[in-house]
């Protein structure tokens, strides 16, 4: 079977998904919808998104729900109902888990937060002994410049807070410093300027720019060596960026050095 073929399978249940978000998709339901063994499309699945399809209908699940939190009155038991959790609990500790702040936080916030994650401490002091990971984030002449949010994830999903992560005023060089041991992929997300009112997920996907690269290994006998970054736009087989980002209308930005 060509990728093309497989491409458009896989479009089928993401397609799929969006449309039942609240009812119960099993695997076997995906797969039929595909037109594959349940063990192949897993495998195909995971090959073309980069997670599996539990993972991306759940965070298509949370996207939409960050969506209902935002632009509707209904309470979050509702909503939690309404992306097919049976319990407001277990709905609620994974939105946490994933957006970086409660489902009431988010609405109280407006669909942002007032943190990340832990910022990159500064290259002294301590700190400059550790492993710093320095790289380059690109930009296509044909995309438009915005601020950039890189951040540092023990998965290629961007979702949860980032163990290591910073803000840049425009595509360019960036430090991390003080990056802990372990396999680790750079997610980089980008929206224009005069855009950063729109919260993730709710910006016009033609306008957003991602970028990934990794894994990468960090550990006392590796040098993990500069990275260089290409952004392109976000594309239908990406999962949802679930993190709630900085409000950076009013948040005082790192300004990329170099």
Known sequence: MTSTAIEHAVHRVIDDMRTNLGQDLTIDDMARTAMFSKFHFT??????????????????????????????????????????????????????????VSPSVYRELGGFADSIGPESPAGSGASSARTTLRGQVHLPEDRSEGHCYVGLFPTPVPQGRPTRCRVLNAPGPFELNDVPDGTWYLLVHS????????????????????????????????????????????????????????????????????
């Open 43 to 100: 495998r195909v699945f995971k090959d073309v998104t980069g997670t599996s399809p539990g993972r991306f209908l759940s965070a298509l699940r949370l996207q939409e729900a960050k969506r209902l939190l935002i632009d509707t009155e209904f309470s979050v038991a509702d909503i939690s109902s309404m992306v097919g959790y049976s319990s407001v609990g277990t709905f609620s500790s994974r939105f946490k888990a994933c957006v970086g």
């Open 191 to 258: 929206v224009p300027y005069g855009q950063e009112h729109l919260t993730s997920g709710s910006c016009d996907r033609d306008s957003v720019s991602v970028g990934r690269y990794g894994p990468v290994t960090v550990g006392a006998d590796t040098l993990p060596l500069p990275v260089d970054i290409m952004l392109r736009p976000l594309d239908v087989f990406d999962p949802p960026v679930l993190l709630a980002l900085l409000d950076l209308r009013s948040a005082a930005l790192e300004v990329a050095a170099g």
